[in-house]
């Protein structure tokens, strides 16, 4: 850790949708060598000069970001992708041409202009093109790559709107650039391609299914649903730490629909639930989504997560998806935030 996070020390500048200055803005000020929250189709990114030292470290600081870390860095277009990585493999290229711009980071060899404490002391530089098209402005505005992880204070759910960055970060940061509610809500999809075959380290807005259709194959490293022994090599070092975590205490359980209502009524426990769960709950519940719709299941999630927390909820019981599609990174994530407590009905 690079010790607390810093609390209200920042003169933190709100830059509204109406602003028509507000990209131009956040990229003079990113220039500058500060800190800014910027919107992407995933989620909020804190965000600095990917080659700037000593902005990168003011985002781990403001997070409370273990150093080792890693951060993705944000670029405009897949043309500036050898402007931080060298020795690309051609699946970077057939990778780009159907998921980049979006929800896809892809981990490449790294050249020497990206600082060591943006690669978190690695040979290696994740690399993403948001689909957002504010993202992309800002970066252009900026004219530098953009290191940008969660704008959360690490350990917490990723923030999905204007208002959630708001909440925890006012203080801690130069700049808010307030945008839409991000339309994908899990992170991007993170493959690494200096392993081979490619492997998934973290599932995201691009799926599995996805990227196996484009690369044939694709291996899947095992803390993408798995605790991780405290003697494994990781391949992410973002897999070594908690995430995701709401003051409550969350339960991962699985079952039927009435399994789980059953399950609930009998605790009298909080329930976060499918549609189709509902006949069968007498008590508390929040909802996020039908069985199957695994989309909204991700728009909907850490919005829930933080919810839980104004509602003053203690412990949650929570319906965990399938995990195939999109429910795969919603079940990755849930699996983190109970912290891999995980109820078999
Ligand atoms: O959607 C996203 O990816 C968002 C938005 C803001 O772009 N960013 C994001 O960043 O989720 P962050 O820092 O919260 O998560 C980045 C993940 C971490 O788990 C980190 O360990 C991993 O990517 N990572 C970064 N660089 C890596 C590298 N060189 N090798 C392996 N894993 C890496
Ligand atoms: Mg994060």
């Given at each position: 850790?690079?010790g607390?996070?810093?609390?209200?020390?920042?003169?933190t500048?709100?830059l509204?949708?109406?602003?028509?200055?507000?990209?131009?803005?956040?990229?003079?000020?990113?220039?500058?060598?500060?800190?800014?929250?910027?919107?992407?189709?995933?989620?909020?990114?804190?965000?600095?000069?990917?080659?700037?030292?000593?902005?990168?470290?003011?985002?781990f600081?403001?997070?409370?970001?273990?150093?080792?870390?890693?951060?993705?860095?944000?670029?405009?277009?897949v043309?500036?992708?050898?402007?931080?990585?060298?020795?690309?493999?051609?699946?970077?290229y057939?990778?780009?041409?159907?998921?980049?711009?979006g929800?896809?980071t892809?981990?490449?060899?790294?050249?020497?202009?990206?600082p060591?404490?943006?690669?978190?002391?690695?040979?290696?530089?994740?690399?993403?093109?948001?689909?957002?098209?504010?993202?992309?402005?800002?970066?252009?505005?900026?004219?530098?790559?953009l290191?940008a992880?969660?704008?959360?204070?690490s350990g917490?759910?990723?923030?999905?709107?204007?208002e959630h960055?708001?909440?925890?970060?006012?203080?801690?940061?130069?700049?808010?650039?307030?945008?839409?509610?991000c339309?994908v809500?899990?992170?991007?999809?993170?493959?690494?391609?200096?392993s081979?075959?490619?492997?998934?380290?973290?599932?995201?807005?691009?799926?599995l299914?996805?990227l196996?259709?484009?690369?044939?194959?694709v291996?899947v490293?095992?803390?993408?649903?798995?605790?991780?022994?405290?003697?494994?090599?990781?391949?992410?070092?973002?897999?070594?730490?908690?995430?995701?975590?709401?003051?409550?205490?969350?339960?991962?359980v699985?079952?039927?629909?009435?399994?789980?209502?059953?399950?609930?009524?009998e605790?009298?426990g909080?329930?976060v639930?499918?549609?189709?769960?509902?006949?069968?709950i007498?008590?508390?519940?929040?909802?996020?989504?039908?069985?199957?719709?695994?989309?909204?299941?991700?728009?909907?999630?850490f919005d829930m997560l933080l919810?839980l927390?104004?509602?003053a909820?203690?412990?949650?019981y929570?319906?965990?998806?399938?995990?195939?599609?999109?429910?795969?990174?919603?079940?990755?994530?849930?699996?983190?935030?109970?912290?891999?407590?995980?109820i078999?009905?």
């Open positions: 850790m690079v607390k996070p810093a609390v209200g020390q920042k003169d500048k709100i509204l949708l109406d602003d028509s200055d507000a990209v131009l803005t956040a990229g003079e000020m990113l220039k500058a060598g500060k800190i800014v929250i910027i919107p992407t189709e995933t989620v909020y990114g804190l965000a600095a000069n990917g080659l700037d030292p000593q902005a990168v470290k003011e985002i600081t403001a997070k409370g970001r273990p150093q080792d870390n890693p951060l993705i860095v944000h670029i405009a277009s043309n500036e992708l050898d402007m931080v990585a060298k020795n690309i493999p051609e699946s970077a057939v990778l780009a041409k159907s998921f980049m711009p929800p896809l892809i981990v490449l060899e790294k050249k020497d202009i990206v060591n404490v943006t690669s978190g002391g690695l040979d290696t530089v994740a690399v993403r093109v948001p689909s957002s098209d504010m993202a992309r402005n800002i970066i252009k505005a900026a004219g530098v790559p290191a992880p969660s704008a959360n204070i917490r759910p990723s923030p999905t709107s204007f960055c708001k909440q925890d970060m006012i203080g801690r940061v130069d700049g808010i650039v307030q945008g839409e509610n339309c809500g899990v992170e991007s999809t993170v493959i690494s391609l200096v081979n075959p490619p492997k998934l380290l973290r599932p995201g807005g691009v799926t299914e996805q196996c259709e484009v690369l044939g194959e291996e490293d095992s803390g993408v649903v798995n605790k991780l022994s405290a003697e494994q090599i990781v391949a992410s070092p973002g897999m070594k730490y908690q995430h995701y975590c709401p003051s409550a205490e969350i339960f991962l699985s079952g039927s629909s009435q399994k789980f209502g059953e399950f609930l009524n605790k009298n909080f329930g639930c499918f549609t189709e769960d509902i006949p069968y007498c008590g508390e519940y929040l909802c996020y989504g039908h069985m199957e719709d695994y989309k909204t299941q991700a728009v909907n999630l919810k927390d104004d509602l909820v203690k412990t949650a929570i319906h965990a998806p399938k995990q195939e599609g999109m429910g795969l990174a919603v079940y990755n994530r849930l699996v983190r935030s109970a912290g891999f407590k995980i078999e009905l």
